[in-house]
Structure formats: structure tokens, C-alpha cells
């Protein structure tokens, strides 16, 4: 099983960005919280990263995914979330499963509303919101459990 984890804008220098809001930890730690959430079933799976600022680099890397048979796909599209017709476009056809995830719980940052809406919440089959760099782990269990 391929589960593609894909990150959009400002996900690049994780670790590093508002820590206060996006914790202190680097994409590089997913694996191993992988382990510790999915234990034995996620082995064998093959997590295959992509991060981009680009909106069209996506979509693009989402029609690729399609074309490799990819399995599931576990997405955190930063702000696009917010505003992307396309990306929900392109999930509303590629016919991957897809999981939703943020890092930060964007409902309880009330001070901003416009993080309480996802324009891609009605492509995917479930959010995960606010349980830090674990809703990536999170995620592929669901996509494992989902497939078993
Ligand atoms: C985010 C929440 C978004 O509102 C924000 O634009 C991000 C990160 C999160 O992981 O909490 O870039 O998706």
C-alpha cells in the first residue's frame, strides 16, 4: 500500500514556523509516530512525501498520484484548505481516498474565521484537526483501517 502525505503552503519549514501554533517537530518525526499509532499494520506501507508552495504543483503531483496507483492520500493544504476550488476539483476526481489534516485545531482559532472553512472538506472522507504532527499518523491509520 502507497499512502501519498502531502503538505502545502508554509509546510516546508515545519518545526520552524510559529511553533506555538505548529510545534517544534519536522515532517521527519512521521514516521516514527506512524509506528507508535499504527503499530504492525502499517508495515509495508510505503509513505511517499511531497510538500509544495504551488498551488498547480498540487494538482499536478494529485493527478500523478492518480496515474501511480496511489492508494490514500493524507493532506494538509495549509491556507489553500480555505480557498482552492481546484484542489477540491481535482480530489472530487481522481478517486483516491483523501484525509484532511491540520495541525492546529483551525475551529478553535476563533479570532480567524476563515480556517473554520475547508473548500475541500466535501472531497475528502474525514478531517483531523488539532492534534499536531499525531493527525498525520492519525490519518494513515484511518486510510489502513479503512482498507483492511
Ligand atoms: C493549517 C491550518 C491552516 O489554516 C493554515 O493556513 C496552515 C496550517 C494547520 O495545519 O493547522 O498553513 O493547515
Known sequence: MRILVMNGPNLGALGE????????QGMDALPA????????SADGVDLVFYQSNHEGELLDRLEAARRE?????????????HT????????AWIG??????????VFARTDQPLRR??????????VIAGFGLTGYALAVAALLQRRA
Open 17 to 24: 514556523r510559529q511553533p506555538e501554533i505548529y510545534g517544534s
Open 33 to 40: 509516530l506512524v509506528r507508535a499509532v499504527c503499530g504492525g
Open 69 to 81: 496507483g496511489v492508494d490514500g492520500i493524507v493532506l494538509n493544504a495549509g491556507a489553500l484548505t
Open 84 to 91: 482552492s476550488l481546484a484542489l477540491a476539483d481535482c480530489l
Open 96 to 105: 483516491i481516498p483523501c484525509v484532511e489534516v491540520h495541525i492546529s485545531n
Open 117 to 126: 472553512q475547508s473548500l475541500i472538506g466535501g472531497q475528502v472522507i474525514g
